[in-house]
C-alpha cells in the first residue's frame, strides 16, 4: 500500500511504498548528431522515450537516452502540483489514484485546462519519479538491458546490452551530481526490496519486485563510493527454441536433455560469469512433462516457468537457509529439483536428490570438468563427491565466443562422465558424437527406448518445427506428452 508522507507526517517506509519526489524534475537528453560518430541502433521505449546506441568520437560505445523534453514551465507546472499533493492529506494507493490527485490538485489550483495541454508528458515524470525508479526508468523498461551498473558517482551508469556484448558495457548518458544523490538512489532501490541499507549496514544484496538482483553499497568502508550493480531477468523465459534459432545450442544437445530430463538424470550447466548458465538450465528445464512437480531453490527467482501447475519455487539467502530448502525441497518428492546455482552445502541435496531416484540439475561456475569436479570436492565429504560426480549424466559448457566482430553466447562444449572420466561429445564447429554418447543410451535404457538414435532424431526433429516464443514452446511440450 502506497500513502503519500505529508510534511506534518512522518510514517515508516515500508515495502512498495511510493513516495513522490518534491525536488525539480530532471530529464535525460542527449545531441546525438554531435556526440555520436556511428549509430548502431535507435529505437523506442515508448512515451516518447528513444535511445540510440552509437560509437562516439572518442571510440567509446554509448547507450544515449533521450526523454521528452520540458520546457522551463512544465518543469514549473509538475513541481507546483507535486507541491500541492505532497502537502495535501491525498492518500494514494496506485497509479489510479495519482493520476485522479493530479487532476484534482490542477482543478483546486485552477490551472486544469494547463494540465491538459501537456498532460502525457506530465503523466510520464510524475509516474516516473514516484511508481518508476526515477532517472534510471528507461533502463528498467528497456527489455535488452541485462545490468545496469554504477561503479563511482562521478562516472556515468553503463549497461549491458544483449544486443551489443561485443562491446562489454555501453556508456549511458545518465550522471549523478553527487555522493548524496547516489544515496538517495540506493536507498529508494532498497525502500522497493522492504530491506534497509544504512551508515551501520552499508551493504546490500535483495531482489526488486520485478524480480531483478539488486546488489549495492553506501561507500566506505565497503567501497570508495556508492555502487550497484542491478541484473535484470527477462519476465518471459528465453526459450528453447530461440536459443536454437539464435545458434546458442545444437538441436542435438538440446534433444539430448530433453531425454535425460525424462530419465531423471543429473546435468549440469557450467561456465563463467554472465554468460547466460541461467538462461539456458530455465529453456532445457522447459523440456519436460508439463505436469511434473519442479522445485527450484535459488536466492533470487531466476528460474521460472510461468504456466506450470506444479512448479515451485523456495528462496534461501545464505548457503545454510538454502540447504534447508533443498531438504524441504525433497519432502515435496519432486520429479526434478533445481538449485539455481550450488555455492555450498546444498549440493548435499543435489546429491540426495540424485540417490532418490529424482531428477535434478544446477549451474556452477566453472569453464572445464576438471574445474567443476575441484569446486564439487571442496564442499563435499569424499563419499558423497564421488557419488555426485559418477552420477552427473552431462556438464554442458556455455561462453561468450567472439564471431567475427560480435560476441554472442554459445553452448561451446558438452562432456559426459564416464567409468575412467570425463570425455568430450560435442564441441562447437568440431565434431558432434552425441548419438553414440553413453548419456543417450543411459537415459534410453532408462525409458525402456530400444532405439535411442531413433528417438534422438524424432526429438530433434520435433524441436526444429518449433517456432520461437515461450508460449508456443509449452503448447508442443503439452501436445508432446498428451497432457
Known amino acids: 500500500m502506497l500513502k503519500l508522507i505529508s510534511?506534518?507526517?512522518?510514517?515508516?517506509?515500508?515495502?512498495?511504498r511510493r513516495v513522490l519526489q518534491k525536488r525539480s524534475v530532471k530529464f535525460l537528453s542527449a545531441d546525438t548528431q554531435s556526440l555520436c560518430l556511428e549509430v548502431l541502433k535507435s529505437y523506442s521505449l515508448g512515451d516518447g522515450v528513444n535511445v540510440t546506441v552509437c560509437i562516439d568520437k572518442h571510440g567509446v560505445a554509448r547507450y544515449l537516452v533521450n526523454e521528452p523534453p520540458l520546457s522551463s514551465s512544465e518543469q514549473s507546472l509538475i513541481s507546483t502540483?507535486?507541491?500541492?499533493?505532497?502537502?495535501?492529506s491525498m492518500t494514494i494507493e496506485n497509479e489510479d489514484d495519482l493520476k485522479d490527485s493530479l487532476m484534482k490538485a490542477a482543478s483546486d489550483l485552477g490551472i486544469e485546462q494547463e494540465l491538459v495541454n501537456v498532460f502525457d508528458k506530465v503523466w510520464y515524470y510524475v509516474r516516473r519519479d514516484s511508481f518508476g525508479y526515477g532517472v534510471l526508468d528507461p533502463l528498467f523498461r528497456d527489455s535488452d538491458i541485462e545490468d545496469i551498473e554504477l561503479s563511482h558517482w562521478s562516472t556515468p551508469v553503463?549497461?549491458?546490452?544483449?544486443?551489443?556484448?561485443?562491446?562489454?558495457?555501453?556508456?549511458?548518458?545518465?550522471?549523478?551530481?553527487?555522493?548524496?544523490?547516489?544515496?538517495?538512489?540506493?536507498?529508494?532501490?532498497?525502500?522497493?526490496t522492504g530491506r534497509a541499507i544504512s551508515l551501520a549496514n552499508p551493504e546490500l544484496h535483495a531482489a526488486l519486485p520485478e524480480g531483478y538482483r539488486l546488489a549495492a553499497t553506501l561507500g566506505e568502508p565497503v567501497s570508495s563510493s556508492p555502487t550497484f550493480d542491478i541484473?535484470?531477468?527477462?519476465?518471459?523465459?528465453?526459450?528453447?527454441?530461440?536459443?536454437?534459432?539464435?545458434?546458442?545450442?545444437?538441436?542435438?544437445?538440446?534433444?539430448?536433455?530433453?531425454?535425460?530430463?525424462?530419465?531423471?538424470?543429473?546435468?549440469?550447466?557450467?561456465?563463467?560469469?554472465?554468460?547466460?548458465k541461467t538462461t539456458l538450465l530455465n529453456a532445457l528445464l522447459q523440456l519436460s512433462n508439463p505436469l511434473?512437480?519442479?522445485?527450484?531453490?535459488?536466492?533470487?527467482?531466476?528460474?521460472?516457468?510461468?504456466?506450470?501447475?506444479?512448479?515451485?519455487?523456495?528462496?534461501?539467502?545464505?548457503?545454510?537457509?538454502?540447504?534447508?530448502?533443498?531438504?524441504?525441497?525433497l519432502r515435496y518428492r519432486p520429479d526434478i529439483l533445481v538449485v539455481g546455482e550450488v555455492r555450498g552445502r546444498e549440493i548435499r541435496a543435489l546429491v540426495r536428490a540424485v540417490?532418490?531416484?529424482?531428477?535434478?540439475?544446477?549451474?556452477?561456475?566453472?569453464?572445464t570438468p576438471s574445474e567443476y569436479e575441484m569446486a564439487v570436492r571442496n564442499i563435499l565429504p569424499r563419499d558423497l563427491y564421488i557419488m555426485l560426480t559418477l552420477n552427473t549424466a552431462v556438464l554442458i559448457h556455455v561462453a561468450r565466443v567472439r564471431i567475427g566482430s560480435a560476441v554472442e553466447r554459445r553452448v561451446v562444449a558438452v562432456y559426459e562422465r564416464r567409468s575412467n572420466g570425463w570425455t568430450t561429445i560435442y564441441r562447437v564447429n568440431e565434431f558432434d558424437s552425441i548419438r553414440n554418447c553413453e548419456s543417450l543410451k543411459r537415459a534410453a535404457s532408462r525409458l525402456r527406448i530400444e532405439d535411442p538414435v531413433s528417438e534422438l532424431e524424432r526429438r530433434i526433429d520435433y524441436l526444429n518445427r518449433i517456432a520461437p516464443g515461450y508460449e508456443n514452446v509449452e503448447r508442443h511440450m503439452r501436445k508432446f506428452y498428451g497432457v
Open 7 to 16: 510534511r506534518r507526517q512522518i510514517a515508516p517506509l515500508r515495502k512498495n
Open 231 to 276: 541484473r535484470k531477468f527477462p519476465r518471459v523465459p528465453i526459450d528453447i527454441a530461440t536459443l536454437m534459432r539464435e545458434h546458442v545450442i545444437d538441436p542435438s544437445i538440446a534433444a539430448l536433455i530433453w531425454l535425460v530430463n525424462d530419465a531423471k538424470m543429473f546435468y549440469c550447466v557450467i561456465g563463467g560469469s554472465g554468460t547466460g
Open 158 to 192: 553503463t549497461v549491458v546490452h544483449r544486443r551489443f556484448l561485443a562491446y562489454e558495457s555501453l556508456v549511458t548518458n545518465i550522471r549523478f551530481s553527487s555522493e548524496e544523490e547516489v544515496k538517495a538512489i540506493i536507498e529508494r532501490l532498497a525502500l522497493r
Open 355 to 367: 540417490a532418490s531416484g529424482s531428477g535434478s540439475a544446477s549451474t556452477f561456475h566453472a569453464s
Open 292 to 329: 511434473w512437480k519442479i522445485v527450484v531453490v535459488q536466492d533470487i527467482p531466476e528460474v521460472k516457468l510461468p504456466g506450470r501447475p506444479r512448479f515451485i519455487q523456495l528462496f534461501g539467502e545464505s548457503t545454510q537457509e538454502q540447504f534447508r530448502r533443498c531438504v524441504t525441497a
Open 81 to 88: 502540483l507535486l507541491d500541492y499533493i505532497y502537502t495535501s
